[in-house]
């Protein structure tokens, strides 16, 4: 297997995770979000097919996204540097997409994603952030879960997706 960047060249091999909309991403939107400055998206590959993929994106976890500043103190505050509670935001790498190809799925390499995004944003920190976020899918909230993401917020129980953060601070 190879790990790959996306880019604007790049043939993309055949990929199918069973969810339409992370196909879509990858074969119609991929290389629009690395052209537009929005994503950064990685390919697994071997001789054939793209075994997975994952794309990133800048993100921030603010106070905003608890409703306010008590309520995301208690949540988050504990986890922040002394002194710096004040701020109204702090910086997050949000996994934008992530998906295995059926063949491959149920052997460990989400969990190697996910290993690799935290040791990729914490040695030789590339962009300063604090936090990995994702905004997960309700099947996938477990799987998250197992691999140390909270969901940051009850507001979002009923919606297709739930906000979730990794404190990286945890790894140094």
Not at 44 to 66: C, G, M, P, R
Request: with cysteine.
């Amino acid at each position: 297997m190879r790990l790959s960047r996306l880019e604007s060249d790049t043939d993309i091999k055949p990929f199918d995770c069973g969810d339409t909309d992370l196909n879509g991403f990858l074969f119609d939107d991929a290389k629009d979000y690395l052209n537009s400055l929005l994503a950064v998206t990685y390919l697994l590959t071997d001789e054939e097919n793209t075994i997975a993929y994952f794309s990133y994106q800048n993100d921030k976890i603010s106070h905003q996204d608890l409703g306010n500043r008590d309520k995301f103190l208690q949540r988050i505050g504990s986890l922040l540097p002394k002194g710096k509670e004040n701020h109204s935001s702090y910086p997050a790498v949000k996994i934008g997409r992530l998906g295995i190809n059926r063949n491959n799925q149920r052997q460990g390499l989400g969990k190697r994603v996910i290993d690799f995004t935290k040791i990729y944003f914490t040695k030789k920190n590339k962009t300063g952030c604090k936090f990995i976020t994702v905004d997960a899918y309700k099947d996938s909230v477990p799987f998250y879960e197992k691999m140390g993401f909270k969901c940051l917020t009850s507001r979002d129980l009923k919606s297709d997706t739930r906000l979730m953060y990794f404190n990286l601070e945890i790894i140094n």
